[in-house]
C-alpha cells in the first residue's frame, strides 16, 4: 500500500487559546457600549460626585492644602478622577455626545473587568466554555447591566476588586512557585494544599497536624473577629462618647474627656462621636494587626522548624533580586489593589481572600509576598487618595468605619413598606437577590453553590479557591443579615460581592454541559438561559436596573411595593418631552433631584424644587416633574392632570403633570 492508499490521519482537534473566547466578548461589549451609552439618564449622586473628583484633582496642584469633603470620606476619589476625565474628552471627540454619557462608558468600560475577572476565576474550576457561559450569565442579569452604565461608584469597585483578588492569586501561585522544593512547605510534592496536608497527616502526624490546624485557625480568626466586633465596639464608643459629653460617664473617663475636650460646650456632640468613631476604627485596625501578629508569633513557636525554613527560603528569594516571576507580577497586582482602596477602603477585604487561598494552599510561604503586596498597595492608594496626605491613618479608619457603619439614614420602599436603612428585617438582602436576578440564574448559581462547597474538601488547587470564594460571598452577606450592617437602595451597596455567585453558576453550568451528548445541544441549554435576561434587558431598556423577576409578578408586581427607578435615571426621557411642551422660559417644578434632570433641560428653562414653585405664586411652575417618591406620594400635585409620563410595562417611572396650562402648547 503506497502512502497514497493510507487512510488519512484524524486532524487534530483546534485548541483555542483561552483568552480568545472573553477577548471576543468584551471586543463585542465595547461596541455594544458605545451604541447605548448615551441612552442612560443621570443618577442621583453623579453631581455631588463630579464635585468631589474636580476638587480632589485640584489637590495635585496643591498638596500643600489637599481637599477634604466629610460627608465623603467613606470614599476614595481614584475612580471618580479618571471617570470624569474620560467624560470630558469623550465629550469633545464623539459628535453629539454629553459628558454624562462618556462618564457612562467609562462605567461600562469597568464593567469589563468584572467580567473578565469572573471567567479568570471559573477558569480555576471549569473549561473554557463553562466559563465564558458564566460570564455572560453574569452580563446578562439586568440588574447588573443597567448598573454597569449608571453607577460609578459600585459597580466599579466590584470591578477593581474582582479584578484584585484574581491578580493577588495569580500572585500567590507564582510566588509559592519560586519557592517550591527549597521550602518543607508543602511536605511533599504531591501535597496540593493545608487543608488536604492536616487531614492527610492527622492519622500519623497528629501532633504537626494540630499545630497546623492552630495556625489557620489563628490566622482566620483576627478578621472574623474584627467583623463581628467591629459594630458593637463602635456603637459602645459613641455612646461612651455621647454619656462623657452630657457628664454622665464613669469619673475615670469623664476626667479624660474633660482633659481632651476643653471646648466640648462649643462643638456638638456629632463631632466628638465621629472622632470617638475614627480612633475606635484605628484601634481596630492597629489591634488586628497585632493580634496577627502574635498569631503568627505563636504559630513560629509551635511549628518552628517550619517558621525557620520559611524564613530561610523567603530570604533566599529575596537575594535574588526583583527579577522573578511573582515580583513582576507583584507590580500589576499592588496596582490594581491599591486603586482599589482608592476607590473604598473595605478592599482590604480583598487582602484577606488572597490571604485566604494562599495560606490554605501553600501555607505561611506566602506571608512575606502578601505583606510585600499589601505594602506596595499602601504606597499606590496614598498617592490616588488626596484625602489620606494629611493624616492617612486618621483618615483612612474613618473611611473604613463609615463604610461599614454608615451613619446616614436613608429611606427604602421595601414590601411596600419604607424602612430606614438601620431598620431593614434581616431578610431584606436574601429576599431582594432573589426577586432581582433572573430565574435561570438564581437556579445554577444555587446548584454552583452547592458543588463549591463540596469542593471545600476536596484535594487539588480547586479547594482552596472555593474556600476564598465563599469568604468573598459570605461575609458580607453575613454583616447586613447577621449584623444589620445598614445598606439601602436594594443589594447596590454590595455588588462586590456577587462575581463568586456567578463563579459557582459556572461550575453547574459544567456540570449540565458535560451532560449534554451533542455540543448543540449545550449551546441551546445556554442560550435558554441567558434568554430571559436578555429579553428583559431589551424590553427594559435603558432602566434595567430596576428589574424584578417572576417572584413579584414582574415589574408590574412590584409596582407600589419595590422602586425600580430610585436614582431618577428616567428624568432624562422625560425632559426630551418637557422640551417639546414648554413655553419659552417656563418654570418646571422637579420633586427629586434636579441635577438628573439639567443636563437635559432646555436653555431657557428655569428648573426648581416643587417648595419654591408653588401654585399660584409669584413663581408659578407650568409643568411639575416627579420621580422616585412621587411615584409613591400622593402630595405630588395630587389635583394635577397628569400630560406624560415615562413607563415600562405599564409602570409610571418618571411623571410630568400641567400645573398652569396658560401658554402651554402642544409637542
Given at each position: ?149 449608571i453607577n460609578q461608584k459600585d459597580t466599579p469597585f466590584m470591578a477593581f476588586f474582582a479584578l484584585s483578588v484574581v491578580l493577588g492569586m495569580s500572585m500567590v501561585d507564582r510566588s509559592a512557585a519560586g519557592a517550591r522544593g527549597r521550602s518543607p512547605w508543602p511536605p511533599g510534592p504531591t501535597s496540593t494544599g493545608v487543608l488536604a496536608d ?359 408586581g412590584s409596582y407600589g411595593l419595590y422602586m425600580p427607578d430610585y436614582w431618577c435615571t428616567s428624568f432624562r426621557e422625560a425632559m426630551t418631552f418637557i422640551n417639546g411642551y414648554a413655553p419659552a422660559s417656563a418654570n418646571i417644578a422637579v420633586d427629586g433631584p434636579r441635577s438628573n434632570a439639567s443636563p437635559f433641560a432646555r436653555g431657557d ?63
Open positions: 500500500m503506497t502512502s497514497n492508499d493510507s487512510p488519512a490521519a484524524p486532524r487534530p482537534r483546534r485548541s483555542w487559546h483561552p483568552a480568545l473566547p472573553i477577548a471576543a466578548l468584551v471586543a463585542l461589549n465595547l461596541v455594544l457600549g458605545f451604541v447605548l451609552a448615551p441612552h442612560y439618564g443621570q443618577s442621583t449622586d453623579e453631581q455631588a460626585n463630579l464635585i468631589f473628583a474636580r476638587n480632589s484633582l485640584e489637590s495635585y496642584r496643591h498638596p500643600q492644602d489637599p481637599y477634604v469633603d466629610v460627608s465623603r470620606e467613606d470614599k476614595g476619589p481614584f475612580y471618580l478622577m479618571v471617570w470624569l476625565r474620560v467624560g470630558e474628552f469623550l465629550d469633545r471627540v464623539v459628535p453629539g455626545w454629553l459628558s454624562v454619557d462618556g462618564r457612562h462608558y467609562a462605567n461600562f468600560l469597568a464593567f469589563q473587568l468584572a467580567i473578565v475577572s469572573v471567567y479568570a476565576l471559573a477558569l480555576r474550576f471549569v473549561r473554557p466554555g463553562a466559563a465564558l457561559a458564566g460570564a455572560l450569565l453574569f452580563e446578562a442579569q439586568p440588574v447588573l447591566f443597567g448598573h454597569a452604565f492536616v487531614k492527610a497527616a492527622w492519622p500519623h502526624e497528629p501532633r504537626r497536624a494540630r499545630r497546623t490546624a492552630l495556625l489557620l485557625g489563628l490566622c482566620l480568626l483576627v478578621p472574623v473577629g474584627s467583623l463581628l466586633l467591629y459594630r458593637p465596639l463602635v456603637s459602645a464608643a459613641e455612646a461612651l462618647v455621647t454619656a462623657a459629653y452630657r457628664g454622665e460617664a464613669w469619673a475615670p473617663i469623664q476626667q479624660a474627656f474633660l482633659r481632651l475636650a476643653e471646648h466640648a460646650g462649643r462643638v456638638p456632640v456629632e463631632d466628638y462621636i465621629r472622632r470617638g468613631t475614627q480612633w475606635t476604627g484605628l484601634a481596630i485596625l492597629l489591634g488586628s494587626v497585632l493580634l496577627l501578629g502574635t498569631a503568627l508569633l505563636v504559630a513560629g513557636r509551635l511549628w518552628p522548624e517550619g517558621a525557620r525554613a520559611t524564613w530561610a527560603a523567603t530570604i533566599r528569594e529575596t537575594r535574588q533580586g526583583l527579577g522573578g516571576a511573582w515580583t513582576w507580577l507583584m507590580v500589576p497586582a499592588a496596582v490594581v489593589l491599591g486603586m482599589t482602596l482608592a476607590i473604598r477602603s473595605t478592599a482590604i477585604f480583598a487582602v484577606v481572600v488572597v490571604a485566604v487561598y494562599g495560606l490554605i494552599r501553600y501555607g505561611p510561604r506566602v506571608v512575606i509576598p502578601l505583606v510585600l503586596w499589601a505594602a506596595a498597595a499602601a504606597v499606590v492608594t496614598f498617592a490616588l487618595w488626596p484625602q489620606l496626605w494629611g493624616a492617612p491613618f486618621d483618615m483612612f479608619a474613618a473611611s473604613l468605619g463609615k463604610t461599614v457603619v454608615y451613619p446616614e439614614l436613608r429611606r427604602t420602599l421595601f414590601e411596600g413598606v419604607v424602612y430606614l436603612s438601620d431598620e431593614l428585617p434581616w431578610w431584606y438582602l436574601p429576599k431582594t437577590m432573589a426577586i432581582q436576578f433572573t430565574l435561570p440564574a438564581l437556579a445554577v448559581m444555587s446548584a454552583g453553590l452547592a458543588g463549591m462547597i463540596r469542593l471545600l474538601t476536596r484535594r487539588g488547587p480547586a479547594g482552596p479557591a472555593a474556600w476564598a470564594l465563599m469568604l468573598w460571598f459570605l461575609a458580607p452577606f453575613l454583616a447586613v443579615t447577621a449584623l444589620k450592617a445598614p445598606i439601602y437602595n436594594y443589594f447596590r451597596h454590595v455588588l462586590f460581592m456577587m462575581p463568586p455567585l456567578f463563579v459557582a453558576a459556572s461550575i453547574a453550568l459544567e456540570v449540565l454541559m458535560r451532560w449534554m451528548r451533542l455540543q448543540v445541544l449545550g449551546f441551546l441549554l445556554i442560550a435558554a438561559l441567558l434568554l430571559p435576561g436578555a429579553w428583559s434587558i431589551v424590553r427594559l431598556h435603558p432602566y434595567e436596573y430596576g428589574y424584578f423577576n417572576e417572584f413579584v409578578g414582574g415589574l408590574r428653562l428655569h428648573l426648581g424644587a416643587t417648595e419654591e414653585l408653588v401654585p399660584d405664586g409669584t413663581n408659578q411652575a407650568v409643568l411639575a416633574l416627579g420621580c422616585n417618591w412621587a411615584t409613591v406620594d400622593p402630595d405630588f400635585y395630587p389635583n394635577a392632570p397628569i400630560v406624560w409620563s415615562v413607563e415600562r410595562e405599564g409602570v409610571p417611572l418618571a411623571l410630568v403633570k400641567l400645573v398652569a396650562p396658560t401658554g402651554a402648547v402642544s409637542p
